[in-house]
Structure formats: structure tokens, C-alpha cells
């Protein structure tokens, strides 16, 4: 089954930036479709795959900060060629 997933990480510290810059830089290294817009990183995959993978890199992130906030969404399909049609 395929999935997509919207990530949002948010250290909840003052220098936030590099913990998200390496997470995000782990997901691009991964063999999934990654996207990236200003607010949320987007990953496309097949769920048996996919959830495991993220489930260690998303562990990996949390023992790197202290205090920290992870927001998931998952649809159940592959959205990776959407594209506005408005």
C-alpha cells in the first residue's frame, strides 16, 4: 500500500535549525521520495517499508534534542505528482 506522510519537526529550543536540517538531510539519503516546502518535509512510500525507516530516523532526531514536537499526517496513496489545478 502506498502512503504519503507530511513531517514537521520543532525542537523546542533556541537554535532549532540544525536538528531539522539534519533529519531532513537523513530522508533525502533514504531511497524514498522526499519533497520539501518552507513549513513540512513530504515523504512517499510503500508503508511496509516506509513506517520502519521512519520510525529509526524520527527516534534518531528525538535523541538529539532535548525537548522536542513531531507533527505526522499519513493518506493512504502516493500524492508525490499532485499538482494544483486552480
Same mark, same amino acid.
Given at each position: 500500500?502506498?502512503i504519503?506522510?507530511?513531517l514537521t #519537526?520543532?525542537p #523546542?529550543?533556541?537554535?532549532?535549525e540544525? !536538528?531539522?536540517?539534519?533529519f531532513?538531510?537523513?530522508?533525502?539519503?533514504?531511497?524514498?521520495?522526499?519533497?520539501?516546502? !518552507?513549513?513540512?518535509?513530504q515523504? $512517499? &512510500?510503500? $508503508?511496509?517499508? #516506509?513506517? !520502519?525507516y521512519?520510525?529509526?530516523?524520527?527516534?534518531t532526531a528525538?535523541?538529539?534534542?532535548?525537548? &522536542?514536537?513531531?507533527?505526522?499526517?499519513?493518506v493512504?496513496?502516493?500524492?508525490?505528482?499532485y499538482? !494544483?489545478t486552480?
Open positions: 500500500m502506498k504519503s506522510i507530511e #519537526l520543532t #523546542l529550543r533556541d537554535n532549532f540544525e !536538528p531539522i536540517i539534519e531532513i538531510k537523513e530522508l533525502r539519503a533514504s531511497s524514498f521520495t522526499v519533497l520539501e516546502n !518552507p513549513l513540512s518535509t515523504i $512517499y &512510500g510503500d $508503508y511496509d517499508t #516506509l513506517m !520502519p521512519l520510525t529509526n530516523e524520527i527516534k528525538f535523541e538529539n534534542i532535548d525537548n &522536542g514536537l513531531l507533527t505526522m499526517k499519513i493512504k496513496s502516493d500524492r508525490s505528482s499538482e !494544483p486552480f
